[in-house]
């Protein structure tokens, strides 16, 4: 067992952990933040999207070791306030299940973070390490535009 | 709704159905089980549905379990506009698993058809308890009260809250529910509209309760392993190995108990089996998975699985080229009508592959075992996402011997069912494990455990042959469904439901069935059934169309006949009025027949299943390397009114995807019992970047309201194959589309 110090969501932590334990479970069993999902453990489906340091990786195949820099979970990501991905993803109604929805907004989030207004083809490539078993993605598309939107009319009245 | 108590009940019994067509009986709450009392202080409860809080809100309870098809906010918005509140006013409560919630099944797009009239005399119910409360209150007559946004309001324009009334109200007659009047639906306020779904809020701030996410005190973590070779059993594993290991705080093996798999609902009969294994407990999730890497264990594979799907192929095309079966449906003339040189003649060997579920949330359950200890009971207590969770009683009694009473299930939010959570596998794992371990345990399947232990969709294969006379008319229609069956029944989703069109409009039709016995568990999977026979059935019906070299579309309408149903007064089988509607629409929609550059073009295809009618039309692009893109889908919907529109939206559009995701590249192979995928990578979900245009339209008849969770489905496959064959001149007669050499773009 190894000692690592966390800053998660603007809070730091010292977790003990093997230095293998991917920061999945760190998040979800240590930490109680289990808005992040399990989905395959080897980075195929994207349900446990997190930022560190503001890039979207999948923490089941992120080793806690290799964690330099703040995480960002989907707990901590429209705090006070929703984020306008969030808001967005209510306004249209996007989630069935909910499962994968965690991931797929933090993968968003990640793309409009950079690219304030991505076209269909900037959203196929960003959105595509993320998995929809219940098909989701006309309403994800949709709301992305409109997170964009949000984005930008809050800048320009900023 | 948790706090809910219930004094009063009174049960009826009711026929329903689950997952794939059985049929058995279980008890639902009668109309106006009120409970007077008060629940808790400000709270008042004017049935087990609706309770009113002292600030005005009213809590509706949500009876049936939420996998993403929407009945948490479907069924409380039925309640909620017969009772005459405003939508911002309610919060919806998910009810606790209880006889006095009726059946809380959900399966088989049922939920709406089946709960539709409850929900509307428990809202009516509340509704006039309400207003003879507001009479009393006011002092006027009850003929001139309406309830109206949570209000119940006097012709004089006086009105008082519903909030104002609770107290009066729980003390009203409960009012006879055969002296209820309904709403006008010129005059609804919440059905019809676009609602978003309650626990959206929830679940983009990661705070959904799923299975996966209980944590309980004393709680450890537990992967389970069974036999990659389906039914054999563990003898012994590398216990001091495993035991040694960082984090795992116990490991044993799990004897294999098939009476587990015992019900009195002949659908889940011989399921919920305990396969054997060996359990690791640890003290997080990630031990226990890092110590199932490290796991080795001894197999007794006497009574394993040798299912080989490489083999059934074979004998499948054995038994098309020998021809008979058992008949279903008998024609003494078809052969003579298939030799007759005047007609044409086509035949297909169609073949469809199993498919697993993949939930985007694996199989879980918490279960925590109290054993007997002097005159008290055991008890067990169960968290868990599931399709029918009253079922898991069954199983734990079964398998512990624990009465239903002492059983309490805790009903999660699902991370998708699709047919696979009515099935409780996982449930008598963790319970075993949890009785084993003496402590209490999350029982977490890796994605491999859930591919490889699923119930899967029964892969099959139809023989066709088919005829058209000199005038282009369908002559004949010879169908031989080649599939599988348990030693003791057919399959759910394995031959046919017998309303199946063409074959139940048609006088010239033959069809019959071989049926094989495996052991690979299979189950119902979206649209059992349908999900194959729609592919195969609206293919050949373009087979014959090309043959009589006719326009698909005239050739469908008149294959339909005069308008009417087929089994009047049976809304589980085909009505050939609404069928063209729904084809007629999408034509239009669609604009049938429109000109289109080479390599693209139409496809259509049409059925009918969970009582609703349906019409696709996929606009495909093909190019020369086989690359295929699905444009657009235009979808024509009749399933009566429509509840919630954001709702029946989001059903279509994931069934429409859904559908494509499997036919271009899913598919479970069976090689010597073992089942050959692992993990995603070599069992593909759809991408967004494939997502078509999908266009949809909804004729609202006068018919009751049906649901949509599957009969969406169906037709996608056909529609596209059907566009494929148009656009390259290439019939497809076997799933998946990647075995082809077709690529999803």
């Not at chain 1, 240590?30 to 489906?45: S, V």
């Amino acid at each position: 067992m190894t000692s690592y110090a966390l800053e998660i969501n603007s809070q730091k932590y010292n977790v003990e952990a093997e230095p293998d334990t991917p920061l999945l479970w760190i998040l979800r069993d240590q930490l109680g933040l289990t808005g992040t999902k399990y989905g395959c453990g080897i980075a195929q489906c994207g349900a446990c999207t997190v930022h560190i340091s503001g890039q979207a990786v999948r923490a089941c195949s992120f080793p806690v070791s290799g964690v330099q820099g703040p995480v960002t979970t989907v707990e901590g990501l429209g705090t006070p306030q929703l984020h306008p991905v969030q808001e967005a993803w209510v306004a249209n109604d996007v989630p069935q299940c909910g499962y994968c929805q965690a991931g797929q907004i933090m993968s968003a989030a990640a793309l409009l973070a950079t690219n304030a207004q991505p076209s269909d083809a900037d959203i196929d490539s960003a959105m595509a390490g993320n998995y929809c078993r219940c098909g989701t993605y006309p309403r994800i598309r949709k709301a992305i535009h409109d997170a964009a939107h949000i984005l930008a009319t809050s800048k320009a009245n900023s | 709704m948790s706090k809910m108590m219930m004094n009063r009940r009174e049960l009826l019994k009711v026929t329903a159905m689950v997952g794939g067509g059985a049929m058995f009986n279980l008890a639902i709450a009668q109309d106006g089980t009120a409970d007077p009392d008060t629940i808790e202080d400000g709270v008042k409860s004017l049935n087990v549905f609706v309770q009113i809080e002292a600030n005005g809100k009213i809590r509706i309870a949500a009876s049936l379990p939420e996998m993403g098809q929407g009945v948490k906010t479907a069924l409380p918005m039925i309640i909620a506009e017969e009772l005459g509140a405003r939508w911002e006013d309610v919060i919806v409560e998910q009810a606790p698993v209880d006889d006095a919630f009726g059946v809380q099944a959900a399966g088989g797009s049922w939920s709406i058809a089946r709960n539709q009239d409850t929900m509307r005399r428990m809202g009516a119910s509340a509704r006039e308890m309400l207003i003879s409360a507001a009479a009393l209150h006011m002092e006027v007559e009850r003929e001139d009260l309406r309830a109206v946004d949570s209000r119940v309001v006097h012709t004089s324009g006086r009105s008082r809250s519903f909030a104002e009334l609770a107290s009066l109200a729980v003390n009203q007659p409960v009012p006879d529910p055969e002296t209820l009047q309904y709403k006008d639906p010129n005059n609804y306020t919440i059905l019809g509209k676009k609602i978003p779904g309650v626990d959206n809020l929830a679940i983009v701030t990661g705070n959904a309760d799923f299975g996966i996410d209980v944590t309980i005190p004393n709680m450890r973590y537990a992967t389970y392993t069974k036999c990659p070779e389906i039914g054999g059993t563990a003898v012994s594993f590398n216990e001091a190995e495993i035991k040694n290991l960082p984090g795992v705080v116990d490991a044993f093996i799990v004897e294999p108990n098939n009476a587990a798999g015992n019900s009195n609902i002949p659908f889940f009969k011989e399921m919920a089996v305990l396969r054997g294994g060996v359990a690791i407990v640890a003290e997080d999730t990630w031990s226990a998975i890092a110590a199932k890497r490290r796991l080795r264990v001894k197999w007794d594979q006497a009574q394993a699985s040798k299912d080989d799907w490489q083999d059934m192929i074979e004998w499948a095309n054995g038994v098309a080229q020998a021809g008979g079966g058992e008949l279903v449906k008998d024609n003494a003339d078809i052969d003579a009508v298939l030799n007759d040189p005047n007609n044409k003649t086509v035949e297909g060997f169609y073949q469809f592959p199993y498919l697993a579920h993949v939930c985007m949330e694996p199989m879980n359950c918490v279960a925590d075992y109290q054993p007997a200890s002097g005159d008290v009971p055991a008890k067990l207590n169960l968290w868990m996402g599931s399709q029918f969770p009253g079922q898991a009683k069954e199983v734990a009694y079964n398998l512990l011997g624990v009465a239903p009473d002492d059983v309490e299930i805790k009903l999660m939010r699902l991370g998708g069912g699709f047919g696979r959570r009515g099935v409780h596998d996982f449930a008598a794992e963790a319970m075993m494990i949890a009785k084993q371990a003496g402590v209490p345990v999350k029982l977490t399947w890796t994605r491999p455990d859930d591919i490889h232990s699923d119930f899967y969709r029964v892969g099959g294969f139809q023989n066709m042959k088919g005829a058209v006379n000199g005038n282009g008319q369908l002559a004949a229609w010879d169908q031989h469904y080649i599939g599988f069956k348990t030693p003791t029944r057919d399959i759910s989703g394995a031959g046919f439901f017998g309303n199946e069109f063409p074959l139940v409009a048609m006088d010239n039709a033959r069809v019959s069935k071989s049926m094989k016995a495996i052991k690979t568990p299979c189950g119902a999977w979206r649209a059992p059934g349908s999900n194959s026979n729609a592919f195969v059935e609206q293919s050949f019906i373009h087979e014959l169309a090309v043959l009589a070299g006719r326009d698909h579309l005239e050739f469908l309408l008149e294959l339909l006949g005069d308008d009417r149903w087929i089994v009047e007064g049976n809304a589980d089988i085909v009505n050939t009025g609404r069928a063209r509607g729904v084809i007629n629409l999408a034509a239009a929609e669609a604009n049938w027949g429109k000109k289109l550059p080479a390599g693209t073009a139409q496809g259509l295809a049409f059925y009918f299943c969970h009582a609703a009618h349906v019409a696709e039309i996929a606009e495909v692009s093909v190019d020369s390397k086989r690359n295929f893109q699905v444009n657009k889908v235009t979808v024509a919907v009749d399933v009566g009114p429509i509840v919630n529109r954001s709702g029946a939206l989001s059903q279509v559009e994931g069934s429409i995807v859904d559908g494509l995701s499997a036919m271009a590249g899913q598919k479970i192979t069976m090689a010597n019992g073992r089942i050959e995928q692992d993990n995603f990578h070599q069992y593909p979900v759809m991408r967004i970047s494939a997502t078509p245009e999908i266009d949809v339209h909804f004729i609202e008849s006068d018919f009751p309201s049906t649901g949509l969770g599957e009969p969406a489905l169906p037709p996608l496959a056909p529609a596209v194959t059907n566009a494929i064959f148009a656009a390259t001149g290439e019939r497809i007669r076997s799933m998946p589309l990647s075995d082809l050499g077709y690529n999803l773009t």
